[in-house]
């Protein structure tokens, strides 16, 4: 039996779905369940300026430098923006409602918006915030010292955001999603060229390691793969 | 053609409620059990109930339709229902059907029905094979057997396709081989009408005769050359792992997919060892295509590099950085008659959308490969084939993206 009639009467339907096997495993032709690849670029959710506004901010947490490019020319707002249109943004997987308290620390965002909600809101209240410290000038203009000091302040909880926006929380939001955004597989519209991947050393969706189990301290030589695959695939030449 | 896995005990079963009906004559009986146990062991020789059950359909009531080369043809309903099935059928009629393909009323059967092959069967045989029939449930189910489009649909046509490849039996034994060679010599020719998906096919569709076992393509499948020939055949095959392949679906070297699992499921896995083992030594004693070995397409083409790249991040966790596999489960590709086959198209259908092996009693597991077709593209998957064909001692044509296309629109 796969499942199992005891458990069900713990459960709150009470269904068993089981299913008998018996000599041969079930298969199925072309069975997969593949994610479809984001393409490069798309933009579903953000406007114009939201993508403009994210993309500055992202590229403070993750800059181009010697060690990798940025976190926009890596793709991480196109994932970002992916995923709000998805079950992610739509927090349709979360339990969503009430009671609204402040959480502990420990428990995280317990308010009532999803994360496409606190998206829209929360880059508004930063572009509020930034208008009426240099009126016409957006934040994409600022200088990186500037922009890393506003982005310091609201991690710190030192700002007040317009329209109630808890600055603190929406900024650790943006950080993880970025850091996913940077390490997640290609597939999802991040971590372009795997540059996350390459700069961690990170191999990738691998599974098979065996011929390198006796290689102590020795660098994996090759480049890190995609669900999708990597440029090794493809014929050079001929 | 496909088997629901209870069918194995039914022939069975059905002897078993015979013997307790006609119980009275005990004497008879036992002479009557032999003849029932030949009739039904017939049936398992010929894999009557391979093409004439469907999938989860009852016993020899009607089967899968068939695709061939000329339409589709369904095999009709033999259990001995008077008014769908051959109730009404004389045992002369049946001996017409296996020998002659000529059926009741004069009727001409067309060759997907292996009557060429069963020609070869004495009538001792096809006579305790119809006794057996008769055991067999009657089912009411009325089976439309030609859908073939004009002209094939013209059972007279069947005559002139007899003129040409019809060659009537009985087997003549060769006297100068062994009794083990012989009977191996029997039962592919005859019952197991090995030749029906391994002979290469002439326009008319019957086998061309001196390219025998030579390996042949139906219905996207490959039927690879299963002679003694040491490159594409079954030179490298020790007997012992031709009867595991018959019996259970793996040798080790090879997991049979598509139409082989279907023979080996309904068929060659309930033949007796004894008969396994004469096959064997019959297939490994043919000359075969005796073809030149190609020289390998060399490791630095581009073609190998990428191919080699595919294999290493989406084959070598299962079939081994050295093709070896995984013994019993996974088919080894180094070494492979299958993976050099002259025809690709089974290669390729099997990356794109997977393969489950053989489920038998003696090995019920049936390993399976997941579907790559989803990642890979036809330019890919046609490298990685280029790869395990020309890699570890492995030798044969390069494979062009342009073939992966036509298989993958094919299965779509
Ligand atoms: C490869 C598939 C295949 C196998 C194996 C096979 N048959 Fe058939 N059989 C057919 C097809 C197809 C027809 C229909 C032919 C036609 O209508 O011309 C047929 C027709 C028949 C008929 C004529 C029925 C009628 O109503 O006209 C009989 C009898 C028969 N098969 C018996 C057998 C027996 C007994 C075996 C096993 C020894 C067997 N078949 C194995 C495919 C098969
Ligand atoms: C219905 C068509 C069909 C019939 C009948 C059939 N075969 Fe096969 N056979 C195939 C196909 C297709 C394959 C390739 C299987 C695969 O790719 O896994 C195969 C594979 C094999 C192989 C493995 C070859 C290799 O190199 O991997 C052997 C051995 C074999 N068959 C023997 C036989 C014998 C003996 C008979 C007669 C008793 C027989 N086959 C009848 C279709 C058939
Ligand atoms: C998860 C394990 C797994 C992976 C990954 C896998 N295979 Fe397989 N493969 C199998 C198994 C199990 C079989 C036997 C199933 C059968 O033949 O019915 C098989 C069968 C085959 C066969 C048929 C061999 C024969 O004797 O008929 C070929 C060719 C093949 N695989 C090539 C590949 C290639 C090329 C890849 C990578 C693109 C690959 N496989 C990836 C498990 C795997």
Redo the contacts with the bound molecule.
């Keep these: 039996m796969l499942g199992s009639a005891s458990f069900a009467a713990l459960s709150l339907k009470p269904q068993a779905h089981g299913a008998t096997v018996s000599g041969a495993l079930p298969w199925k032709a072309f069975s997969a369940d593949p994610p479809e690849p984001v393409p490069e670029g798309q933009r579903l959710f953000f406007t114009e300026a939201e993508a403009e506004l994210l993309s500055a901010i992202a590229d403070r947490i993750v800059p181009a430098d010697e060690l990798s490019v940025s976190a926009s020319e890596a793709g991480c707002v196109t994932f970002i923006d992916a995923q709000l249109m998805g079950s992610y943004g739509s927090a349709s997987r979360l339990y969503m409602n009430g009671p609204f308290e402040k959480g502990l620390a420990t428990q995280g965002y317990q308010g009532s918006q999803t994360p496409a909600e606190r998206y829209r809101a929360g880059l508004a209240a930063i572009a509020a915030h930034v208008e009426a410290q240099t009126p016409g000038k957006a934040f994409a203009a600022w200088s990186a010292d500037e922009q890393d000091a506003l982005l310091k302040e609201l991690e710190a909880d030192k700002v007040t955001l317009p329209d109630g926006v808890d600055g603190q929380a929406f900024f650790e939001l943006m950080l993880k999603n970025v850091m996913e955004g940077f390490f997640a597989d290609p597939v999802y519209g991040g971590n372009r060229d795997m540059a996350g991947w390459k700069m961690v050393g990170f191999p990738g969706a691998r599974y098979d390691y065996r011929p390198f189990v006796g290689q102590h301290n020795q660098p994996y030589p090759f480049d890190p793969m995609s669900i999708m695959g990597n440029a090794d695939w493809v014929r050079k030449g001929g | ?1 496909r088997h629901g896995g209870l069918l194995r005990f039914a022939g069975w079963a059905v002897i078993g409620l015979f013997l307790a009906v006609s119980a009275p004559a005990r004497a008879d009986g036992l002479v009557q059990a032999d003849v029932l146990y030949n009739g039904y062991y ?2 398992v020789l ?3 109930s ?3 059950t469907k999938a989860g359909g009852a016993l020899l009531a009607g ?1 899968d339709p ?1 695709e061939t080369p000329f339409g589709t ?4 309903n ?1 259990t001995p229902d008077v008014e769908t099935g ?1 109730g009404r ?1 004389s045992l002369e009629d ?1 001996r017409g ?2 020998h002659r393909g000529i ?2 009323g004069g ?4 060759p ?3 009557y060429p092959y ?1 020609a070869l069967m004495p009538q001792r045989d096809v006579d305790a ?1 119809w006794t057996w ?1 008769q055991t067999v449930p009657p089912v009411s189910n009325a089976v439309e ?2 859908l073939l489009p004009f002209p094939f649909n013209e ?1 007279e046509a069947m005559a002139g396709w007899n003129e040409i490849n019809f060659r009537p039996g009985p087997f003549q034994r060769d006297p100068d081989r062994s009794d083990q060679w012989n009977r191996g010599a029997y039962l592919v020719r005859g ?1 197991g ?1 090995c030749a ?1 998906c391994h002979s290469p096919k002439n326009v008319t569709g019957g086998d061309v005769a001196d390219r025998y076992l030579q390996g042949a393509l139906l219905q996207g499948w490959f039927a690879p050359e299963i002679t003694g020939d040491a490159w594409r055949g079954l030179g490298g095959w020790s007997e012992e792992e031709i009867v595991a392949y018959l019996a259970t679906g793996t040798s080790g070297r090879a997991v049979a997919s598509g139409p082989m699992r279907e023979v080996i499921e309904a068929s060659t896995s309930k033949m007796k060892n004894d008969d396994l083992r004469a096959i064997a030594t019959y297939l490994k004693s043919l000359a075969g295509s005796d073809g030149a070995r190609p020289t390998p397409v060399a490791a630095d083409n581009p073609r190998m590099v990428a191919g080699g790249a595919v294999y290493r991040d989406n084959c070598a966790a299962c079939h081994g950085t050295d093709g070896d596999g995984a013994r019993n489960l996974i088919p080894a590709l180094a070494g492979s008659a299958a993976v050099q086959q002259e025809m690709t198209d089974t290669l390729a259908r099997v990356v794109i959308e997977g393969v489950q092996g053989a489920s038998s009693d003696k090995a019920p597991t049936a390993p399976a490969m997941p579907a790559l077709g989803w990642r890979l593209s036809d330019a890919e998957v046609a490298d990685v084939l280029t790869y395990i064909r020309n890699s570890w001692g492995n030798a044969a044509a390069e494979v062009e993206a342009r073939s992966v296309e036509d298989v993958r629109a094919k299965l779509k």
């Design positions: 053609m017939q049936s010929g894999d009557c391979g093409c004439h089967g068939i043809i369904v095999p009709p033999i051959i059928w049946f059907a296996m059926g009741r009727k001409r059967l067309y997907a029905m292996p069963y094979l029939l057997a030609n059972r019952p009408h029906a």
